[in-house]
C-alpha cells in the first residue's frame, strides 16, 4: 500500500529570512536533474530514483499543495495575477532523455505541470559537457522528444547551448549562449520560449540583462531558498532536489527553507570572482569545483 505523506506544518507562510505580509506568498519552485540510475558517485546526488520521484509527486498531492505553470507564477509576480493558496512549481534542467522517458509519464498521471530547461546544442546526443563528472554518457533528449513533449503540455525552457558558467563569460559568448538557445528551441518547438534557466544557477547582473534582451520573460537561478511572490522573476529561486532527500525530508524542507532575500550573499560573489579565474587559467581542480558548485 502507497504511504501517505501528511504535512505536520501547514503554516508554511512563514519563513525565517523575510517577514511576510499578506501579499507575499511562498511558491516552492523544485529543482531535477536525473530521474533514474546515476552514472557515476559524483553525480549520483542530483539523480533521483523512479520510485523517490513517484513518491515526491505523491507528497505533493497528500500535502495539499497544487502544481502550477512556471508561467502563472511569473504573471502572478509581474501582474497580480491569480495563484491557488498552496502553489508550488516543478522543473527539470538540462533535458535528459529520462525526462521524457521516466519522469514525465509520473508527471502526466498526476496531471502535474512542469517545465523542461533544456540544454539546446546537445540534442540528441549525450551529456558530454559532464564527462569531468563520470556522467557524460547520459542520453539527451533529440528534436522530436521536445515536440512530444510540447506538444502534451510540457513547458520548454532553454538552458543554454553548452551549459557554461554564464557569470564567468566574455558578453559575446553570453549573448550567444542566450540568444541561439531560444532560437533553436523555438524552431524546433514553434512556439516562443519565454523562460531560461542559468547553468549551476550562476548568474551576474550582466547575465540578467542580457536574458531580459534576448527576449525571456524569466529565468530560474538556484539559491536554495523558497522562491514568493515579490522573487526578482529573472533570478527566481529553487530548492534543488538530491538524491538522498526522502518524501518527508522534501516535505520539511519546503515548509521550513527561508524565502530568498533580494540581496545576493557575499559568498555569491565571491564565488563568481573564483570561477572567473578558473576560466582564465583552467587545471585539473576546476571538474572537482564545478562538481561542489553545482
Ligand atoms: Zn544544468
Redesign the pocket.
Known amino acids: 500500500m502507497r504511504k501517505t505523506w501528511k504535512s505536520d506544518n501547514r503554516m508554511n507562510a512563514v519563513g525565517h529570512g523575510i517577514s511576510l505580509t499578506r501579499s507575499v506568498q511562498r511558491i516552492p519552485i523544485l529543482l531535477y ?1 536525473s530521474v533514474g540510475t546515476s552514472p557515476s558517485a559524483q553525480f549520483r546526488d542530483f539523480c533521483v530514483s523512479e520510485s523517490q520521484f513517484s513518491d515526491h509527486l505523491e507528497m505533493i498531492s497528500e500535502s495539499g499543495y497544487t502544481v502550477v505553470p512556471l508561467s502563472q507564477v511569473v504573471e502572478h509576480i509581474a501582474e497580480g495575477g491569480p495563484l491557488p493558496p498552496r502553489p508550488l512549481v516543478l522543473t527539470i ?2 533535458g535528459f532523455r529520462d525526462s521524457l522517458d521516466i519522469a514525465y509519464p509520473l508527471l502526466r498521471a498526476k496531471e502535474f505541470p512542469s517545465i523542461l ?1 533544456v ?1 539546446a546544442g546537445f540534442l540528441g546526443l549525450k551529456s558530454t559537457w559532464l564527462t569531468d563528472e563520470g556522467a557524460g554518457n547520459i542520453p539527451m533528449v533529440s528534436p522530436e522528444d521536445l515536440c512530444f513533449l510540447s506538444a502534451n503540455g510540457m513547458e520548454i525552457g532553454a ?1 543554454t547551448l553548452t ?1 557554461p558558467w554564464l557569470d564567468s563569460l566574455p558578453s559575446e559568448e553570453v549573448r550567444r549562449e542566450v540568444q541561439r538557445s531560444r532560437l533553436v528551441l523555438s524552431d524546433i518547438v514553434g512556439e516562443s520560449i519565454e523562460s531560461f ?1 542559468y ?2 544557477g550562476y548568474h551576474s547582473h550582466r547575465t540578467v540583462q542580457l536574458v531580459r534582451s534576448a527576449g525571456f520573460h524569466s529565468a530560474c537561478a538556484v539559491r536554495n531558498l523558497v522562491s514568493h511572490s515579490s522573487d526578482n522573476p529573472f533570478a527566481l529561486s529553487r530548492v534543488t532536489v538530491r538524491s538522498d532527500m526522502s518524501p518527508e525530508m522534501l516535505d520539511n524542507i519546503l515548509n521550513s527553507a527561508d524565502l530568498a532575500p533580494k540581496r545576493e550573499k557575499i559568498r555569491t560573489l565571491a564565488g563568481r570572482q573564483i570561477r572567473r579565474v578558473k576560466y582564465r587559467f583552467p587545471n585539473k581542480q576546476q571538474a572537482r569545483v564545478k562538481n561542489a558548485e553545482r
Open positions: 536533474h534542467d538540462d530547461y540544454v538552458h551549459h534557466a547553468p549551476h
